[in-house]
């Protein structure tokens, strides 16, 4: 039996597929044809393409934008199963993001692989997940804490997050999490703690990587600013000896604070930068533990590009 269409969406139709965006117009074609998210993702899968709901509502929903070859195809299909003309939604997505053109400016970004030293495998990890470099968030402020174990090992570590967004729709943040050399992905846990949950994880066992999607409670426009906090239990690896943070984009401060457990307390501890991995460290400059809480901390009140961290030595 054929699905029941909505008069109202075939009015919509033709100025969505005209005009754009993308996720418009596939969500007016949708409506017009009265195809639920199931139904189209089970016809896709009868022409032998294997695409999740999640990324159907992703897409119509502007949360995401098709890129690979494999999405490209998908979007073909979907011209044929709503009846579009040939090129009707692919045209739309060789146009410009919203909210990409000169009234948004993307700050210059360091790509992963030019930050850490497993940066192929964190763009495997977020290729295949479709999720696009520039996450359209700036970092207001953002403390992290991490704990290290009594046999040295990095136990886990908490974020407080603050950011802002810079286009219209954001309603996402992409975590990363790289282990100590001997780190079991598998066994690492992921926490959404404030105002947000998670969504997928992705893990790449050889490099001891973890990617996890962050679900914000709203969407975002630009300017608008949001507050959320995550973890990652780990303590998997074995003893640990520095904590770094890479940052890809300048601007927003940073407070990173290493906790010690009473039974593995370092000899000595440093705060340094780094211009990229296996780089040498420079600015270097000695932290002392602060008393019963066994803490050392730096503070960065506006972060430039490249590699942040603390390290420290057993003996």
């Known amino acids: 039996m054929r ?9 919509e139709l033709p100025d969505a597929l ?25 016809r896709l ?4 393409i294997k695409l999740g709901v999640t990324s159907l509502s992703y897409w119509q929903q502007g949360a995401r934008r098709p890129r690979r070859t494999e999405s490209l195809k998908a979007v073909r299909a979907l011209e044929q199963i709503l009846e579009l003309p040939d090129g009707a939604l692919l045209r739309l997505l060789a146009a410009p993001e919203p909210g990409a053109g000169p009234e948004a400016p993307r700050p210059q970004a360091r790509s992963y692989r ?4 497993v940066g192929a495998a964190v763009e495997g990890l977020l290729a295949g997940m479709e999720l696009p470099a520039d996450g359209g968030l700036h970092t207001v402020g953002h403390h992290e804490r991490v704990r290290i174990g009594p046999a040295g090992e990095l136990l886990g570590r908490e974020s407080q997050h603050v950011v802002r967004a810079h286009r219209d729709g954001v309603d996402r943040y992409v975590a990363v999490h790289h282990g100590d050399p001997g780190c079991d992905p598998a066994r690492v846990r992921v926490r959404a703690e404030e105002n947000c949950r998670t969504g997928r994880i992705r893990r790449h066992r050889e490099a001891g990587v973890v990617v996890a999607e962050l679900l914000f409670d709203a969407r975002l426009r630009a300017g608008d600013t949001y507050v959320f906090g995550y973890g990652f239990e780990d303590g998997t690896a074995g003893r640990s000896t520095e904590f770094v943070r890479g940052f890809s984009y300048t601007g927003g401060q940073y407070v990173l604070q290493v906790r010690f457990d009473e039974a593995a307390l370092p000899v000595r501890c440093r705060r340094f930068t780094r211009s990229g991995p296996g780089a040498p460290r420079g600015q270097l400059a000695d932290l002392s533990p602060s008393g019963p809480h066994r803490a050392v901390h730096l503070v960065e009140q506006e972060v430039r590009r490249g590699i942040l961290g603390i390290g420290w030595d057993w003996e």
């Open 3 to 11: 699905p029941s269409a909505d008069p109202a969406g075939f009015r």
């Open 18 to 42: 005209r005009a754009g965006p993308f996720h418009l117009a596939l969500r007016a074609a949708l409506t017009a044809r009265g195809l639920s998210l199931h139904r189209v993702q089970n």
């Open 45 to 48: 899968a009868a022409r032998g």
């Open 114 to 117: 030019a930050l850490v030293s």
